[in-house]
């Protein structure tokens, strides 16, 4: 069955670092997404991606990360200057279409910022 | 922003016990999604729901998608040790200007003891 992968598994940086989070999503999806989780806390939306540009984006995510999708596969999460409050789980998610809108996430990658 | 409630946050059951948690919204959702994580690992879909009223079943598993649009319920079945983990609801607004995104709820912690 396709799934979403995501690479690292865990990502530790110092403060100030740039750090990139890297996704495949499922390969006949065209909709993707990142999304947070703080440790205990509940998950939180930061961008949407259709068509080679961000269609939505919450407050979270500002100019400090940036999307892109380099390839026909990959997906990644730029943090350029993190801080201590980025330590996070960072999922990527896919869906086939936004009305569908059947989200199926990746396994997340765990960002520890010292 | 649109905020989700769900409840209870966490339950504690004996193997075999039904088990039932809802979400309420403040405004309306086209899309309920219920999602179950389990430690360190990315939510994974359990069940999504497209139509006020519409009563859907997955296995033991069953969700409905409330008639204001303000609220859905998820119900477990006949409970087993492996259906412990961390259950979430998600609404969306797909469709018009919105590209998907999910708003999560806290989520409901679910411990079966055997």
């Known amino acids: 069955e396709p799934e979403v992968t995501q690479t690292p598994s865990h990502q530790v940086t110092q403060m100030g670092q740039e750090v990139i989070l890297r996704c495949v999503p499922i390969?006949?999806?065209?909709?993707f997404y990142w999304y947070r989780q703080i440790l205990g806390q509940k998950v939180e939306f930061l961008v949407s991606f259709y068509n080679n540009e961000i269609s939505e984006k919450s407050e979270i995510f500002d100019d400090q990360f940036s999307v892109e999708r380099p390839d026909g596969s990959n997906f990644t999460l730029k943090i350029r200057s993190t801080k201590l409050e980025d330590s996070a789980m960072y999922f990527c998610?896919?869906?086939?279409?936004?009305?569908?809108?059947?989200?199926?996430f990746g396994p997340g990658t765990r960002l520890t910022v010292l | 922003g649109q905020q989700l409630n769900q409840s209870p946050q966490s339950m504690f059951i004996q193997e075999g016990e039904d088990v039932s948690m809802n979400c309420t919204s403040s405004?309306?959702?086209?899309?309920w999604l219920w999602y179950k994580q389990d430690p360190g690992e990315g939510p994974v879909l359990l069940i999504a729901?497209?139509?006020?009223?519409e009563l859907t079943s997955n296995g033991r598993l069953t969700a409905q998608f409330g008639i204001t649009r303000k609220d859905s319920f998820l119900n477990i079945s006949a409970s087993i040790p492996s259906d412990v983990g961390i259950y979430f609801c998600a609404g969306s607004n797909a469709g018009g200007t919105s590209y998907g995104k999910l708003t999560f709820g806290q989520g409901t912690i679910l411990t079966v003891h055997p």
């Open positions: 729901l497209y139509k006020a009223g």
């Open positions: 998610a896919s869906s086939e279409g936004a009305r569908g809108n059947e989200q199926f």
């Open positions: 390969s006949n999806h065209l909709y």
């Open positions: 405004s309306i959702f086209n899309t």
